[in-house]
């Protein structure tokens, strides 16, 4: 499985809070949820993402609360992937559960830019930045999570059988 878009760029510590403001937690409807993603630190988020396009960022992504809806905010906005120097543990786990393909690997997060052309692939384990002409190898994600992240999430995968063997 890979993906490819274009690159949205964002910094350091980027908690939930930012990701998805507190005052819209009140529903679990996805697209609302996406409607107000980033509005904290990027109000022109919502008007510029692409289906398909690339969430890159730098330390400590998703800091903060322990909260599900900022990962599926992310998602449902149409972000295919996102790539940190590294992400808070339970956002990281809360991402997989959803269906959301996020990857730790420091040298991309520092060399990636805003709108660069990127592609990653997670059987292979490597992510191309094909407006840099540059390629990073990554960890390839075990096949139990490129299950789960086929799926759509885990409790689809669970529901389909997928995690059986």
Do not use: W
């Not at 075990?142 to 059986?164: C, D, H, Q, S, T």
């Amino acid at each position: 499985m890979s993906v490819r878009g274009k690159v949205i760029k964002y910094g350091n510590n980027v908690d939930t809070d930012v990701i998805i403001p507190a005052r819209y937690l009140n529903t679990t409807d996805k697209q609302q949820l996406a409607s107000h993603c980033m509005e904290d630190i990027d109000n022109t988020f919502v008007k510029r993402v692409q289906k398909g396009d690339i969430m890159v960022a730098g330390k400590n992504f998703g800091c903060g609360s322990s909260r599900e809806h900022a990962p599926i905010a992310i998602k449902e906005s149409g972000i295919s992937l996102v790539i940190a120097k590294d992400f808070a543990r339970i956002f990281y786990r809360n991402s997989i559960n959803i269906g959301l393909p996020i990857i730790e690997c420091a040298e991309a997060s520092e060399q990636i830019n805003e709108g660069d052309e990127v592609e990653a692939d997670f059987e292979k384990g490597i992510i191309i930045n094909h407006t840099q002409n540059r390629e990073y190898r990554i960890e390839p994600f075990p096949e139990f999570i490129r299950k789960i992240i086929n799926a759509g999430g885990l409790i689809e995968a669970v529901n389909k059988g997928m995690l059986n063997d």
